[in-house]
């Protein structure tokens, strides 16, 4: 069996316990005069108990039954100051770096043997230094028991209160990559709402001026160009301003709202005349209900992507926006437009799009649908369709 290695600090204080009982020893420094075995015997249970003290930390439970053993020899002897005072310290060595179970049970040992060694010297002396003796007993044993208990228990409590340190920092630190992460998305979303549509009708157009040899044709192409240019160059600087502006007195930013809807329908039909496409907006809600200002602004969104994604992908016919709610106040936004195989100029789409839409609906807990469906007897064969249902919350007390 291959021994641990013990600590280099307890090595230094066995020997140096060691050759402090040596020294008691030559000076002829005793714990009683008379014992039935010659003076030179002290030095052996010092010796034996300093041996099993190097090994405290690794082996506590085994230094305790050694130095017990010891200190049991050592009553025989002369006596040793030395013996009892590293019998003290295997004892507190035992409840601090013992086992939980050891921790537990040495306290309560040292307790328990105090006691009884208390009652069986009254009745063997029977004279009131038995009970001297018993006080003795008890501060080599219930002493260090309770001092290594007490250190035990304010090292656990260190480790505890380090581990939630810890805890919290983690999660701290997960809340801050998430908040990083859900501010780049909603970043990423609105530069692409904002600036998306001014940039595919700027494809369109400009691949329409390339394409066709009509002078009429290519000065409306780069007027299309140069408008959607100066409106696409605003809204980034808007948002570059507000990026950099981390001022918390800065003027609040008015977000899109439902009212704009036609604005941006009559920017769409604009853009996608050359494509040969028309674009009506349907509104039946109830005007006269507010609608939470978060609902507005996805809405709005989510319309502005589809005219987007209609003007890059749609075949000519009409593009209808349509708005409604149910009874319980959702709002139910749909975008419809031709779908087929375009021959005419088009915009390369990255599919994030999409993805903002779902995303949006999502932070409402609403559903969104887009694809392909069958379109009207009258009207083309397949639709694009873009249907999202936003659910509207009443945020006010009920009622008592």
Same mark, same amino acid.
Request: aromatic share 4%; charged share 20%.
């Given at each position: 069996?291959?021994?641990?290695?013990?600590?280099?600090?307890?090595?230094?204080?066995?020997?140096?316990?060691?050759?402090?009982?040596?020294?008691?020893?030559?000076?002829?420094?005793?714990?009683?005069?008379?014992?039935?075995?010659?003076?030179?015997?002290?030095?052996?249970?010092? %010796?034996?108990?300093?041996?099993?003290?190097?090994?405290?930390?690794?082996?506590?439970?085994?230094?305790?039954?050694?130095?017990?053993?010891?200190?049991?020899?050592?009553?025989?002897?002369?006596?040793?100051?030395?013996?009892?005072?590293?019998?003290?310290?295997?004892?507190?060595?035992?409840?601090?770096?013992?086992?939980?179970?050891?921790?537990?049970?040495?306290?309560?040992?040292?307790?328990?043997?105090?006691?009884?060694?208390?009652?069986?010297?009254?009745?063997?002396?029977?004279?009131?230094?038995?009970?001297?003796?018993?006080?003795?007993?008890?501060?080599?044993?219930?002493?260090?028991?309770?001092?290594?208990?007490?250190?035990?228990?304010?090292?656990?409590?260190?480790?505890?209160?380090?581990?939630?340190?810890? /805890?919290?920092?983690?999660?701290?630190?997960?809340?801050?990559? /998430?908040?990083?992460?859900?501010?780049?998305?909603?970043?990423?979303?609105?530069?692409?709402?904002?600036?998306?549509?001014?940039?595919?009708?700027?494809?369109?157009?400009?691949?329409? %001026?390339?394409?066709?040899?009509?002078?009429?044709?290519?000065?409306?192409?780069?007027?299309?160009?140069?408008?959607?240019?100066?409106?696409?160059?605003?809204?980034?600087?808007?948002?570059?301003?507000?990026?950099?502006?981390?001022?918390?007195?800065?003027?609040?930013?008015?977000?899109?709202?439902?009212?704009?809807?036609?604005?941006?329908?009559?920017?769409?039909?604009?853009?996608?005349?050359?494509?040969?496409?028309?674009?009506?907006?349907?509104?039946?809600?109830?005007?006269?209900?507010?609608?939470?200002?978060?609902?507005?602004?996805?809405?709005?969104?989510?319309? /502005?992507?589809?005219?987007?994604?209609?003007?890059?992908?749609?075949?000519?016919?009409?593009?209808?926006?349509?708005?409604?709610?149910?009874?319980?106040?959702?709002?139910?936004?749909?975008?419809?437009?031709?779908?087929?195989?375009?021959?005419?100029?088009?915009?390369?789409?990255?599919?994030?799009?999409?993805?903002?839409?779902?995303?949006?609906?999502?932070?409402?807990?609403?559903?969104?649908?887009?694809?392909?469906?069958?379109?009207?007897?009258?009207?083309?064969?397949?639709?694009?369709?873009?249907?999202?249902?936003?659910?509207?919350?009443?945020?006010?007390?009920?009622?008592?």
């Amino acid at each position: 069996m291959t021994l641990p290695r013990p600590h280099r600090n307890d090595v230094y204080a066995a020997v140096a316990a060691f050759l402090s009982g040596v020294l008691l020893w030559s000076l002829d420094l005793y714990v009683q005069r008379e014992a039935p075995l010659p003076p030179w015997a002290t030095l052996v249970p010092l %010796a034996g108990i300093c041996t099993a003290a190097i090994f405290r930390r690794p082996l506590p439970l085994t230094t305790l039954l050694v130095g017990t053993l010891m200190l049991v020899a050592d009553l025989f002897t002369h006596g040793s100051l030395i013996t009892l005072l590293v019998f003290t310290d295997t004892v507190y060595a035992a409840v601090v770096y013992g086992s939980a179970a050891t921790a537990r049970r040495v306290p309560v040992g040292s307790v328990l043997f105090t006691v009884a060694s208390t009652a069986v010297l009254l009745v063997l002396l029977q004279e009131p230094e038995g009970l001297f003796l018993g006080v003795l007993v008890g501060m080599i044993t219930i002493a260090p028991a309770a001092t290594g208990a007490i250190i035990r228990n304010h090292r656990n409590a260190a480790d505890a209160a380090r581990l939630r340190a810890e /805890q919290t920092a983690l999660l701290a630190e997960m809340d801050r990559v /998430q908040a990083i992460t859900a501010e780049r998305g909603r970043m990423a979303r609105e530069l692409h709402d904002m600036v998306a549509n001014h940039l595919s009708a700027i494809a369109i157009h400009s691949t329409a %001026a390339l394409s066709l040899d009509d002078p009429a044709t290519t000065g409306r192409a780069l007027k299309v160009i140069r408008e959607n240019s100066v409106a696409g160059l605003a809204e980034m600087r808007r948002l570059i301003g507000l990026l950099r502006d981390s001022s918390e007195d800065r003027e609040p930013v008015a977000a899109p709202t439902l009212a704009g809807l036609e604005s941006l329908v009559a920017q769409a039909r604009t853009n996608g005349t050359a494509s040969g496409l028309a674009f009506a907006l349907d509104d039946r809600r109830d005007t006269a209900l507010p609608m939470p200002a978060p609902v507005e602004l996805a809405a709005y969104r989510i319309v /502005q992507e589809s005219l987007t994604n209609a003007l890059k992908h749609a075949d000519p016919g009409e593009v209808r926006v349509t708005l409604s709610q149910d009874p319980t106040g959702a709002l139910t936004v749909r975008v419809s437009s031709p779908y087929g195989s375009r021959s005419g100029p088009r915009a390369p789409g990255s599919g994030s799009g999409l993805v903002g839409i779902r995303e949006r609906v999502a932070l409402l807990d609403g559903e969104v649908d887009a694809g392909p469906v069958p379109g009207p007897p009258e009207g083309p064969g397949k639709i694009w369709c873009v249907r999202a249902v936003l659910p509207v919350r009443d945020d006010k007390e009920p009622e008592a």
